[in-house]
């Protein structure tokens, strides 16, 4: 049983992770302060520093990257593919370099497994990037050719939350029909038939339930009317959408233990908005049950919202009668990781091919 080691960079930490086969041997959050970053005028241009300050940690811990049998790294915004563990290849290396899906800084994920990789001459692979789109060619009209949906949600801990609950269910992942809703501070909720997500919203730029820090779906007019009233610049725009809406924009917190508390101080407003939202995640799951066809197994909370147990009853109340509920709280992105790369290593799946997903779309 071979050790992995898995790497899962965010905005000013990266989550680092030894293995050997499902077994965590090693964790570590390694932080990288505002101060350390402003130098770097993109994120790419972290790549040396962070890989860096990795390896300084992995080497205080006593670990042998020459020894690790496979690398396995969080991936980023690259082009619409199937769900999946990806073997890294070129292309999708120039597409992070290049920025194609835009900058973030679960691009670095690729970037640094491939470097490990060729280094030590051993795989290197990616799982369920938030790119992954399996959705049905009728889910993607919004109502204007201008602007088709795009499948961009939480895919990794949706699916591996997924797999999880079948095997509660009994049953393999591929033969179920789940609703799977992600409870952080973006909210996703997808349709998962026959382990492919034909139908999610867009949880990263506007589509959906609000969330702690995002607006979700707003009313587009009025949307429209306020962006051209001189009241606000695009990049103002933007990150009133992501970042500053929802919870954030109503109650200047996007902290939940901080809602929690106003409510238990008897906040009246605190208490309707924190409702609010639950009703709009219920809608959501509603909605996703219809493409489903009201054929549910059961329908999965997951994130880290969930392990507040009011916000989860709030969603049962409106949800218990669509089929069964399993709470599976937080989300383990880096156990997530190593299962889809041992899945391959032990010969239950095959590694894709990102080239050849993107020749035949």
Known sequence: MGKIFAVNPGSTSTKVALFEGDKKMFANNVAHSIEDLKPFKTINDQFDFRRQAIEKVVIQAGIDLSQVSAFVGRGGLLRPIAGGTYEIDDLMLDDLRNMIGGEHASNLGALLASFWGKLYDRPAFIVDPVVVDEMEEIARFSGHPLFPRKSIFHALNQKSVARAAAEQLGKPYEELYLIVAHLGGGISVGAHRCGRVIDVNNALDGEGPFSPERTGSLPVGDLVRYCFSGQAELQQVLKMIKGQGGIAAYLGTNDMRDILQLISQGDVRAELIYQAMAYQISKQIGEMAVCLKGKVNAIILTGGITYDKLIVKLISNYIAFL??????????????????????LNGMEQAKNYTKQIQRS
Request: aromatic share 0%.
């Open 323 to 344: 089929g069964p509920i399993i709470v599976i709280p937080g989300e383990e992105e880096m156990q997530a990781l190593v299962a889809g790369a041992l899945r391959v």
